[in-house]
């Protein structure tokens, strides 16, 4: 079992940056790829980015791209985002997720957190 635990979400205004963390505890070697979703009130679940096990590959939607960041630390367990250039339309509830392969798709996840909420609003 993999437990995964986002901080780092709260209110900015529109332009602002916020830094997510997600720390990862548990059998860690059934793991690889890490990822970041998003979910809005009333939309499905989508992919933000996603980076392989050694931090090496990355992939970003296309909203994500060239504004927002994503890493990791193995020493730490932990991987994040940066994002810049916060739109309003970035509102939701962020989620970190745990599989074996980088992929868009929320389904080939194996494990969640239990999310964390940014809100761009002036």
């Known amino acids: 079992q993999v437990l995964l635990v986002e901080s780092g979400g709260g209110l900015v205004e529109p332009g602002g940056s916020l830094r997510l963390s997600c720390a990862a505890s548990?059998?860690?070697?059934?793991?690889?790829?890490m990822a970041w979703f998003r979910q809005a009130p009333g939309k499905e679940r989508e992919f933000v980015a996603a980076?392989?096990?050694?931090?090496?590959?990355?992939d970003y939607s296309d909203s994500a791209k060239g504004r927002w960041t994503i890493s990791r630390d193995n020493a730490k367990n932990t991987v994040y985002l940066k994002m810049t250039s916060l739109k309003p339309e970035d509102t939701a509830v962020y989620y970190c997720?745990?599989?074996?392969?980088?992929?868009?798709?929320?389904?080939?996840?194996?494990?969640w957190g239990q999310g964390t909420q940014v809100t761009v609003s002036s």
């Open positions: 548990g059998n860690l070697v059934t793991i690889g790829a």
């Open positions: 980076i392989g096990g050694s931090g090496s590959l990355t």
């Open positions: 997720a745990a599989g074996y392969l980088i992929r868009a798709s929320p389904g080939l996840y194996n494990y």
